[in-house]
């Protein structure tokens, strides 16, 4: 999608992020600029999502420090959806090694649509990355714990520490997406006939159906992002939740498949790892800087927010964030000595 941040001035920062005052004045000016634009369709294959607030916007910057900067609507509950993919991934990866979620899951992009089950059959039953469903499921099982309830005791006091706070269920969401469970359902025993996950199917779905369903809002992603990119620890509470192997891990397969199709455009225009919701959230991570948390529920046909992808596109140009963006050392150097000779 045209993100209509062109006419952006982007400046390049591989180092810390600038002061305080600066990145209020430029999340004010992301927030104006993205304001404007009324595209996309709120998702209703969900029904409970239907009923989103469709001119809802929030956005959110924590950094490595702690840090925290907002405007608009921050602290509007939504559910995290498949952003819980990201965190999810990083808490079994922590669990149960990196050998492990590579062999099992895979870390490559499907080409197809996030719930395919065409892809499975292509790939010999392999789910081939954790950001689509099937790889999702994969990561869920693969969590440790003697039972079901175990499972998801680990996944929810994990997603929890990543926020820095207690998440609680949208009863309202869960009961919604428990009614049109039936193609992840048919996913998981596909799975399971593959020996892909080893547990009861229909328990995974329960418990990736809960982790779906909790109650977010914008802060808590961007605090989520931000443990991300400060090597694991929430920059908040302190509390190290994975290690910086992890982090880095995660960020990696974000890069290459976080926003589904479109994730080649994103990175193309952005230049961080990012994961997307259908609930209209955008998780950002620059590492060793800062994480940015966004809530607009109209999408685009991919099913990214279309105000989220434009605000982070505009923090990232304005903050120099982007990861592949670099100055000429040389000409730097060739600066400095033409400075001193005119001195």
Do not use: P
């Given at each position: 999608m045209q993100l209509d941040v062109d006419d952006i001035d982007q400046a390049v920062?591989?180092?810390?992020?600038p002061g305080a005052q600066h990145i209020d004045e430029i999340l004010d000016a992301a927030y104006e600029h993205t304001s404007k634009h009324h595209g996309g369709e709120v998702a209703d294959y969900i029904p409970a999502l239907a009923d989103a607030d469709p001119d809802a916007f929030g956005l959110c910057v924590v950094d490595v420090e702690g840090g925290l900067h907002e405007v608009g609507d921050t602290r509007?509950?939504?559910?995290?959806?498949s952003i819980s993919k990201a965190f999810v991934y990083a808490l079994v990866s922590e669990r149960v090694g990196h050998e492990k979620v590579l062999d099992v899951i895979g870390v490559n992009s499907t080409g197809l649509?996030?719930?395919?089950?065409?892809?499975?059959?292509?790939?010999d039953g392999h789910p081939m990355n954790p950001m689509v469903n099937a790889g999702a499921l994969a990561t869920t099982a693969l969590m440790p714990g003697n039972t079901a309830d175990d499972q998801w005791e680990a996944i929810h006091s994990g997603l929890s520490r990543f926020a820095g706070?207690?998440?609680?269920?949208?009863d309202e969401v869960l009961a919604s997406e428990v009614k049109s469970n039936s193609r992840n359902s048919a996913i998981a025993q596909l799975l399971h006939s593959y020996g892909r996950i080893e547990h009861d199917p229909l328990e995974v779905v329960d418990i990736y159906t809960r982790q779906c369903a909790l109650a977010i809002d914008a802060r808590d992603l961007a605090v989520m992002a931000a443990t991300l990119a400060n090597g694991g620890v929430n920059p908040v509470t302190g509390v190290e939740v994975v290690s910086a192997a992890v982090c880095r891990d995660t960020l990696a397969v974000l890069a290459a498949s976080g926003l589904y199709e479109a994730t080649g455009e994103w990175l193309f225009e952005i230049g961080l790892p990012g994961k997307s919701g259908v609930s209209g959230g955008i998780v950002t991570v620059a590492p060793g800087k800062v994480g940015i948390g966004s809530l607009s529920p109209r999408l685009d046909s991919t099913g990214n927010s279309v105000r989220g992808q434009i605000a982070t596109a505009y923090l990232s140009r304005a903050l120099g964030l982007n990861i592949f963006a670099s100055e000429s050392h040389f000409r730097s150097k060739v600066a400095g000595i033409g400075e001193d000779q005119a001195g």
């Open positions: 920062t591989t180092g810390a992020v509007v509950l939504f559910s995290i959806q649509a996030f719930d395919s089950v065409v892809a499975i059959e292509l790939n706070r207690h998440l609680d269920i949208d």
